[in-house]
């Protein structure tokens, strides 16, 4: 319970106040005039003062009067008349707060309260507004927050899984155990096998054996795909087109047009073959004869395979167990060099090469030539 | 920092809004808005003339309030000026107060 010293000309309006202060609880005691309510004020150690505007009485002085005589009381001004100018005036020369009329307690109890724990306004240079955050604010957050971790983590480990699958190397052994070549069609890896005279469509994710072809009339060596057709070459040197269906119908002969062949690649629009014993690489025009367009040279030790990337070739040395880039206007240059660690260890010796548009395949025989053939796929090159 | 005591502020509303002006005081102020305590009733989104004396100079802020709830019978209500060039106006009075102090 607070002492509030309340300060009006008409003796109604001092009852009418002390009445709505008494029911909240505060003890009122009415003056009539300034000295009256200083005297009380020093009795009663007063905690504030509620003053009327108006009916003869000007607040604004007697504010300035009791604030010169107790400078830390709050001082409440209830108004007669309605007037925000004035109000502010009021608060301007001291008034912590002005109850506009008609008083209601409700207005009345919620201006002393408000007086009895007055601060200073709060100031500050920053530009931000102020906060105003609900509960959902901050749970959304949260909510946010974690959800952008578990992403991240997430990324990462999608990232590290595929840089882990990229470096991975896998091996297969194949049920044949004399392979020559390799080719892929886009879809499946096509293994040339010599000695069952027969090509074998495998399967890219297990390397299952999807198609077997027999090739009776001729051994083949190597393999190459375009979009309508499939190019193979034999050991006697013959190139034969075959159509892409399920019995690879031969289409087209072309006898003795790539001696020694160790590899065959089609760039879209040559045909290039590799001849192990000269060491050139040919460059084929698809006419009727298939007739040499230009001859290179090829600087390895042991030719084993030849294909196309899409941009370049690539030619497989098995002596040095590895890949080598040549590029389409000048092939006899050595552009790039893959080295093969996987064939380190000399139980294999690689004889064919592939590329399925993001890694080499090579396919290794045996070097005792009994066991079987050995599937490998490299990791990921960037080029 | 804390001012000696709460500014009063005048409050006045745009014509369509057929209110009457009416008075607070601002328990904050910064350069994006402020805290006023009134006893008029202000709802959210709706615009307001504030009136203030700060550092010797008087002040027009435009204001939108962004959000108002009841603290013991009297309004609270947090606003963002909505004027830019009161707003600086009033960065530059802050800055100058606050270096004074």
């Not at chain 1, 504030?48 to 003869?56: E, H, Q």
């Not at chain 1, 000695?195 to 009339?217: E, I, W």
């Not at chain 1, 040919?282 to 042991?302: E, M, N, P, Q």
């Not at chain 2, 709830?69 to 609270?76: A, F, H, M, N, R």
């Amino acid at each position: 319970m607070a002492a509030i010293g309340v300060l009006a000309k008409e003796a109604a309006d001092r009852e009418l106040l002390g009445l709505m202060l008494g029911e909240f609880g505060h003890h009122a005691e009415g003056a009539g005039r300034l000295e009256e309510a200083l005297e009380f004020a020093r009795e009663r150690r007063t905690r504030a003062f509620l003053l009327v505007d108006g009916a003869g009485a000007d607040a604004e002085s007697l504010t300035r009067e009791l604030i010169r005589a107790f400078p830390l009381l709050p001082i409440v001004v209830a108004l007669k008349v309605r007037d925000a100018s004035r109000a502010v005036a009021l608060m301007r020369v001291g008034a912590c707060e002005v109850v506009a009329p008609p008083w209601t307690p409700e207005d009345l109890k919620a201006s002393v309260s408000k007086g009895l724990r007055l601060q200073g306004t709060f100031i500050t240079a920053a530009s931000a507004a102020p906060a105003s955050r609900s509960s959902l604010w901050y749970a959304l957050s949260v909510a946010l927050f974690l959800a952008a971790g578990l992403g991240v983590a997430s990324l990462k480990r999608v990232e590290e899984k595929r840089l882990a699958a990229a470096t991975r190397v896998d091996r297969w052994e194949l049920p044949v155990s004399h392979p020559a070549g390799l080719a892929f069609d886009g879809k499946s890896l096509w293994l040339v096998d010599w000695f069952t005279q027969s090509f074998y469509a495998l399967s890219p994710k297990d390397t299952a054996v999807q198609v077997v072809r027999h090739q009776t009339a001729e051994t083949p060596v190597a393999a190459a795909f375009t979009g309508e057709a499939m190019w193979t070459v034999s050991a006697d040197g013959t190139v034969t087109r075959h159509m892409r269906d399920e019995k690879l119908t031969p289409l087209t002969r072309y006898p003795k047009a790539a001696p020694n062949s160790a590899g065959l690649a089609f760039d879209g629009l040559y045909l290039w073959t590799l001849d192990a014993r000269a060491k050139v690489l040919r460059k084929h025009l698809v006419d009727r004869d298939l007739s040499v367009l230009a001859t290179y040279k090829w600087r390895g030790v042991k030719a084993a395979g030849l294909l196309f990337d899409g941009k370049t070739l690539w030619s497989l040395d098995a002596a040095d167990r590895r890949l080598m880039r040549h590029g389409l206007e000048r092939p006899e240059d050595v552009v790039e060099a893959v080295p093969l660690p996987e064939y380190a260890e000399g139980a294999f010796i690689p004889t064919g090469a592939a590329w399925d548009g993001s890694r080499f395949w090579t396919v290794g025989e045996a070097k005792d030539g009994k066991g079987p053939a050995r599937l490998v796929r490299h990791k990921e090159e960037a080029f | 920092m804390r001012a000696p005591s709460l500014v009063p502020a005048l409050l006045s509303f745009p014509g369509s809004a057929a209110r009457q002006d009416s008075w607070g005081r601002l328990l904050k102020i910064t350069a994006g808005g402020g805290e006023l305590s009134t006893a008029a009733r202000l709802a959210k989104g709706e615009r307001v003339a504030i009136q203030f004396d700060l550092g010797g100079e008087r002040l027009l802020m435009p204001a939108r309030v962004h959000l108002a709830y009841d603290d013991d019978g009297q309004c609270v209500a947090e606003l963002r000026w909505s004027d830019m060039v009161a707003r600086r106006r009033l960065a530059v009075v802050l800055v100058d107060v606050l270096s004074k102090s």
